[in-house]
Every structure is written in structure tokens, then in C-alpha cells.
């Protein structure tokens, strides 16, 4: 299977940027669809942007304009850039990995990483 480990998550101001960035191994990675979702306490996961293999990007209308997922095959690595932060981006935040040709909800998604947590104060 293909294992995924997230990083760069802290405690920012709003208005503030944080960068995550996800490493996968077990599998070529270019193969999969990846995804970036988010949960808060008590709330359900959603997911907030995704990029397919063939690099066509997709975001949550939450946050279009203020993040951009991108992804470098040969570091087998996605990443997402988040910029104009606000309190209700505040979650754990997840990178995910999809076989499916143009994943869209959380089912399509099949290998997952522990999460890493963002805090934005107010």
C-alpha cells in the first residue's frame, strides 16, 4: 500500500500563510489522484483541494483564491499552499491518495496519513 506522512501544520495568526507538505512511498506515486481534507472537532471531513494525475486542480469554494495544492512526482510529494488564513480554517488536515481518475469525495480517496493540525487565531 502507499503510506503518507503530513507535516507543517502550527499556530498561526489570521491572515497568516502555513505550507503542508505530504510525502508518500509504497507505490508510484504519479499514478494517483491526491487530495487535501480537512476536520475540524465534531465535524465531518470535507475536502478542500485536489490535484488528478494529469494535474488539473480542484478546490473547495472555502478556500479558492487563498490555497493552491500542487504536487512534484519526482520528490513523490503534494503540497498546500495556504495564505490569508482564517479561525474557521482551523482543523487537522489530511493528505490522501486516490486510484480513481477524478476523486471528489472522501470514498474515492484509498490510503490516508495521521493528519497534521492547523490553528488559526483570531
Known amino acids: 500500500q502507499v503510506q503518507l506522512v503530513e507535516s507543517g501544520g502550527g499556530l498561526v495568526q489570521a491572515g497568516g500563510s502555513l505550507r503542508l507538505s505530504c510525502v508518500a512511498s509504497g507505490r508510484t506515486f504519479s499514478t494517483y489522484g491526491m487530495g487535501w481534507f480537512r476536520q475540524a472537532p465534531g465535524k465531518e471531513r470535507v475536502l478542500v483541494a485536489a490535484?488528478?494525475?494529469?494535474?488539473?486542480?480542484y478546490y473547495a469554494d472555502s478556500v479558492k483564491g487563498r490555497f493552491t495544492i500542487s504536487r512534484d512526482n519526482a520528490k513523490n510529494t503534494v503540497t498546500l499552499q495556504m495564505n490569508s488564513l482564517k479561525p474557521e480554517d482551523t482543523a487537522v488536515y489530511y493528505c490522501?491518495?486516490?486510484?480513481?481518475?477524478?476523486?471528489?469525495?472522501?470514498?474515492?480517496?484509498?490510503?490516508w496519513g495521521q493528519g497534521t493540525q492547523v490553528t488559526v487565531s483570531s
Open positions: 490522501a491518495a486516490a486510484r480513481a481518475v477524478v476523486p471528489s469525495i472522501a470514498a474515492d480517496f484509498d490510503f
Open positions: 490535484i488528478r494525475r494529469s494535474g488539473i486542480k
